[in-house]
C-alpha cells in the first residue's frame, strides 16, 4: 500500500461507522454461537458493513493478541481484549 491510499484511509476513518460494524459484528457472533466466549476469535467487520478489517475478541484470560486476522491494535475494555485494524475513539 502506498502512502496516498494509507493516507486517504486514515482521512476517511469514521469511528460511529467503526463503532456499529464492531457492534454488529458482536450480535451476529452472540445470535450464531453465545455469549459465552472460551478461546479468541477472528470476526469479519466487513460482513453488511463498510468497514473492511477483523476484530479479535476473547476471554481476558489467556487472550491471544498474536492472532493475525488482519492488521490490528490492541485496547482493553472491561474484561474483554479486543484486537482491531483501527482504534475505537
Do not use: W
Not at 484470560?61 to 483501527?86: A, D, Q, V, W
Amino acid at each position: 500500500m502506498d502512502i496516498e491510499t494509507l493516507a486517504k484511509q486514515v482521512r476517511d476513518c469514521n469511528p460511529a461507522t467503526e463503532r456499529k460494524a464492531i457492534a454488529r459484528a458482536v450480535i451476529n457472533h452472540i445470535g450464531k454461537y453465545g455469549t459465552k466466549l472460551s478461546r479468541t476469535e477472528c470476526l469479519d467487520l466487513s460482513e453488511g458493513g463498510s468497514v473492511n478489517g477483523y476484530l479479535v475478541i476473547g476471554p481476558t484470560e489467556g487472550f491471544r493478541h498474536y492472532m493475525n486476522c488482519g492488521p490490528k491494535f490492541l485496547e482493553t475494555i472491561g474484561e474483554l481484549r479486543i484486537s482491531n485494524s483501527h482504534p475505537i475513539v
